[in-house]
């Protein structure tokens, strides 16, 4: 098995789209198709602050992480959050999550971030293994409030 860690290509798009959907499917969500193209259009643009590692096994796309950075009234440096993260069900317990995680983590550390952190839902518990093998949970409580109804 040949694994590879890389950035998105433009050439992607075939093979990100059907995990981008898996990753929303899992989540139970539906985003309009042009969310979906602005997603990848502002993933393949060099100066928006969106970005994306796959990991590729044997020429094809198995999973995906996507990230970006983030200034804070609490650091001097910034702070890398991790937004999705997702391996193909007939991937999974083979380590790539791990090695998307930690490509992110390597790529915070070189840019000077003080934190790498990310979401999940509580009942994710089969992600939680993984997670909590790196930190244990914040405790943190995340509220959301909706400021456009037709936006999200």
């Known amino acids: 098995m040949n694994t590879t860690?890389?950035?998105?290509?433009?050439?992607?798009?075939a093979q990100w789209l059907p995990l981008w959907n898996?990753?929303?499917?899992?989540?139970k969500t539906e985003l309009s198709d042009q969310q979906t193209e602005l997603t990848w259009n502002r993933l393949i643009?060099?100066?928006f602050n969106?970005?994306?590692k796959v990991v590729e096994v044997d020429?094809?796309?198995q999973g995906l992480t996507h990230f970006s950075f983030q200034n804070s009234t609490w650091a001097t440096k910034n702070y890398c959050y991790l937004e999705d993260l997702f391996v193909t069900p007939e991937s999974r317990s083979q380590g790539l999550?791990?090695?998307?995680?930690?490509a992110v983590k390597d790529i915070a550390i070189k840019g000077g971030s003080s934190r790498l952190y990310w979401n999940t839902d509580r009942t994710n518990e089969t992600a939680r293994k993984l997670y909590d093998t790196y930190t244990p949970e914040s405790?943190?409580?995340?509220?959301?409030?909706l400021l456009n109804p037709d936006a999200d």
Do not use: A, E
Not at 97 to 102: C, E, S, T, V
């Open 97 to 102: 999550g791990r090695k998307l995680i930690d």
């Open 45 to 47: 643009d060099p100066d």
């Open 5 to 13: 860690i890389r950035d998105l290509k433009s050439d992607d798009k």
């Open 139 to 145: 405790g943190k409580v995340q509220y959301r409030v």
């Open 59 to 61: 020429g094809k796309l």
């Open 22 to 27: 898996g990753y929303l499917t899992f989540y």
């Open 50 to 52: 969106l970005f994306c």
